[in-house]
């Protein structure tokens, strides 16, 4: 959230009297004890907190831990149980394998492959862009990683084009590079931290059913009717009539300047294609995904691909630890009651919610709007916190709810709710390139296909016996 740092205090100020209030003033009932009130009542001031953004995330998250702990609301074992589960270590897992693709360079050799493998025209590279993302996107789970790296690659790209400052065509190029390699973090569980994050908020039973294969195959409907629909309007909307094609010289350069394949990156591509059969044959060959991301993870320290300070400093370690608390939320709300009162509050405002279609839509819309206020993060953990209980109740797969609040959270416009963005939009020149006015429509259109394609979803989902 935006804004000046007078009204944030004072929204602070009303926090922690909301707080205070529901965690010691408000009488305890027979739904919510004493206990749930004071979780209740710091989660609030919590929420509000991580909205403002007066403190970094982790920051807020262990204040709350611990004010959870010091009310004697929760025991530590509770809190911190995120901690304990296979989701977070699969997180920094996954992390460390992520680092050494982005270290040892292997990424942008593999994309630029694109320039060859795809026409050099300007249709021919936004293709190659989304589906080298496509491609790539299983072998690092940071699509901010991919994003920056990727666009100074986009940015060459369209000034071999010749495509004008300001013009339609590097806007394209802009969108092409968002839906390759940030839209498809969504696209496999493993191309985003975000993916086992949100799969690690659910109930147990849940997660147990869901491996990189189930998670691909659940999304493919998604998959297939976005980018299709969203390339051609890529394509048509932001169509340049005049475009240079990109030389043979322009490549062979790029290459060049990567030199031979490098020790790392044998390595780090052996360990990813191996990592990578082993998570889409985990039902099969019965070995965990926590268990192949960690010892992956640590062959590449052990054949020096990446180091402590690699590892360090590639780690997200405030977003891990952040996660680590989000993920015990349910734990925390379930000891105290707070989930089932919250099914009981929200039950009556379900009418017709059993109807898939219909709870797509609604689930969708109620994302969206926050998504103009509130960070991706925030929303994916606290949102699915609250409303997987809802489909349970309902008798909808808690997936579903999930997979909905995680594919409608990739909204782009106002700039600030998605950092990726504004790093594509800084890669390929900032404002003094690319025309801004673009991003409203282009986000809107992205929201209402993007709508479709959970719908178009939806009778695979049914015959699955999911809802």
């Known amino acids: 959230m935006k804004g000046n740092k007078t009204v944030k205090y004072a929204i602070e100020v009303l926090s922690i009297i909301a707080g205070v209030v529901i965690a010691f003033f408000l009488k305890p009932t027979e739904a919510l004890s004493a206990e749930a009130l004071k979780v209740l009542g710091i989660f609030v001031w919590g929420v509000i907190n991580l909205i403002i953004a007066l403190a970094p995330s982790y920051v807020i998250g262990l204040v709350m831990a611990m004010l959870w702990f010091a009310t004697k609301a929760v025991g530590l074992s509770t809190i911190f149980s995120g901690f304990a589960g296979s989701t977070w270590w699969l997180i920094v897992g996954v992390m460390g394998l992520g680092a050494a693709v982005k270290n040892s360079g292997l990424l942008k050799r593999l994309s630029l492959y694109s ?22 996107a299983s072998l690092i789970p940071s699509t901010t990683a991919k994003c920056a790296i990727m666009g100074s690659l986009a940015l060459g790209i369209s000034d071999e084009l010749d495509l004008p400052k300001k013009g339609k065509g590097r806007f394209g190029l802009l969108l092409a590079l968002w839906l390759g390699f940030n839209i498809s973090g969504n696209v496999f569980i493993n191309a985003s931290f975000q993916g086992y994050m949100v799969l690690g908020i659910l109930p147990e039973a849940t997660q147990a059913t869901y491996t990189w294969m189930t998670w691909f195959i659940r999304c493919l409907p998604w998959t297939i009717v976005l980018f299709v629909t969203y390339f051609l309007y890529i394509k048509t909307a ?27 990156e ?43 300070k690699e590892f360090i400093n590639n780690t997200l370690w405030p977003l891990v630890v952040f996660i680590g608390i989000a993920l015990g939320f349910g734990a925390v709300f379930n000891a105290v009651g707070i989930s089932s009162w919250m099914v009981g509050l929200l039950t009556p405002l379900t009418t017709g919610l059993n109807n898939p279609y219909l709870f797509v839509v609604v689930i969708a819309l109620i994302t969206y709007v926050i998504r103009f206020f509130v960070d991706q993060i925030t929303v994916n953990t606290v949102l699915i916190a609250v409303l997987y209980p809802l489909a349970e109740k309902i008798g909808i797969d808690p997936w579903i709810a999930c997979i909905v609040v995680y594919h409608c959270s990739i909204v782009f416009y106002p700039l600030y709710v998605h950092p990726n963005m504004m790093i594509c939009l800084g890669a390929l020149g900032g404002e003094e390139n690319i025309e801004t006015k673009h991003f409203a429509p282009a986000d809107f259109v992205f929201m209402a296909l993007n709508l479709v394609a959970l719908l178009a979803c939806v009778p695979v989902w049914h015959m699955f016996g999911m809802c």
């Open 238 to 264: 932001f169509r340049e009539e005049t475009t240079k094609v990109i030389s043979k010289e322009y490549i062979d350069q790029q290459f060049k300047e990567l030199g031979s394949l490098k020790r790392d």
């Open 115 to 136: 320039l060859k493998w795809f026409k050099p025209t300007y249709t021919g590279q936004v293709l190659a862009l989304v589906i080298m993302g496509l491609l790539i």
């Open 266 to 308: 044998k390595i780090t591509a052996a360990v990813m294609a191996v990592a990578l059969v082993l998570f889409i044959f985990e039902q099969k060959t019965g070995i965990g995904s926590v268990v192949v991301s960690v010892l992956g993870m640590c062959v590449l320290t052990f054949t020096g691909v990446i180091g402590p």
